[in-house]
């Protein structure tokens, strides 16, 4: 089925967090769980019969879209540019030349979800995904009556009153509203931390009456620093990789090794991910993402995260330790 419903994809952020990856690359083309973030979004898209996305460009935006361009010849792609990051709010509103009044999903670049998609889309309602999380003061929050219709939405509270956090995918059946709180919340200046937030205008539709209800987010994976790109990717390889052979290394499962990545003599994961052109070879590596042509030899790597072309190379020790003696490398 083909639905009228267009896809937009804010990924104009620098990825401050997580440098040094994001001074060459944009966050969204890190690899994770075998492919980068942003293809975990994309390849979903269709099965959901979507077949339009805007993509919010900003910082390396060119080579978002070549690599988008390059992989995505099936879905149609228009890129507005973000000049400046005034905030998520800010970044949605720019894709109101080409959603006008269809429905949208609106989907974070840096965020891989599991969740109903599919029964969200066929229910016709605006609806906004929630996840229950310990500390809510780090996220957008929605207060919800007891019909899951939203009261009340605040970015980032310093005393929460939920903790159903906003996890960064909405879907609202009509563009046309959610441009307009968007345009408000611009012209009359409403900031929170600075920035236009998506969460002011869907308060302000809230605020006059609109319904807008919740749906729970089963998988949200975060990749925005370091360690939750890593969290990820175990998680993702855990509930995703097949089991992986490699002649003349040693592999524990789970790992995932692109096609044209060269492994030699090395033991492998678990949860390790290697991408296309990577070369790795009489190493010991795990819970690790070795990025694009990156090259590892004669080394034990653990929670690293090898970027593209980077080569990390070790050696071994040379001892002459006496009798009783301890020796210690950490
Ligand atoms: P984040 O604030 O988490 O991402 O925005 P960031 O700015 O790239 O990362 P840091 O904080 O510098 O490490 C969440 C998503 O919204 C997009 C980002 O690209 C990211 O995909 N975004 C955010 C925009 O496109 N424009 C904005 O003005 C703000």
Not at 27 to 55: C, N, W, Y
Not at 95 to 123: H, N, Q
Not at 304 to 327: K, L, P, Q, T
């Amino acid at each position: 089925m083909t639905r009228d419903t267009i896809a937009i994809i804010p990924v104009a952020g620098v990825g401050t967090r997580l440098r040094p990856h994001t001074h060459t690359l944009p966050k969204v083309l890190l690899h994770v769980a075998g492919k980068p973030i942003l293809a975990h979004i994309l390849d979903d898209l269709p099965a959901l019969g979507i077949s339009r996305a805007v993509l919010i460009v900003g910082y390396m935006g060119e080579l978002v879209r070549e690599y988008v361009d390059g992989h995505y010849r099936n879905l149609h792609v228009d890129y507005v540019e973000q000049p400046e990051r005034l905030g998520l709010g800010h970044a949605v509103s720019l894709a109101e030349p080409f959603a006008g009044d269809r429905s949208v999903l609106i989907i974070l670049g840096d965020t891989i979800f599991e969740a109903d998609l599919e029964g969200v889309l066929a229910g016709g309602q605006d609806s906004i995904g929630v996840k229950a999380v310990a500390d809510p003061r780090r996220f957008g929050i929605v207060e919800a009556d007891g019909q899951g219709r939203v009261t009340r939405m605040v970015e980032k509270p310093e005393e929460p009153t939920s903790n159903l956090a906003i996890t960064g995918i909405y879907y609202f059946t009509r563009g046309r509203p959610l441009f307009e709180a968007l345009a408000e919340i611009q012209r009359k200046d409403i900031r929170t931390r600075g920035e236009f937030q998506l969460t002011d205008a869907m308060q302000l539709l809230v605020a006059n009456g609109a319904v807008i209800t919740t749906f729970p987010v089963q998988g949200w994976y975060d990749c925005g620093k370091t360690e939750t790109l890593l969290e990820t990717n175990r998680v993702l390889l855990d509930k995703r990789a097949q089991p992986v052979q490699i002649p003349g290394s040693v592999v524990h499962d789970p790992v995932l090794v692109a096609a044209g990545a060269t492994v030699e003599n090395c033991i492998l994961g678990p949860h390790v991910s290697v991408a296309a052109g990577a070369l790795l070879r009489n190493s010991v590596v795990r819970d690790s993402i070795v990025n694009e042509r990156a090259t590892v030899e004669d080394i034990m790597l653990e929670s690293s995260v090898v970027g593209e072309n980077a080569v990390v190379r070790g050696g071994f020790r040379r001892v002459n330790v006496g009798d009783s003696s301890e020796v210690f490398f950490t």
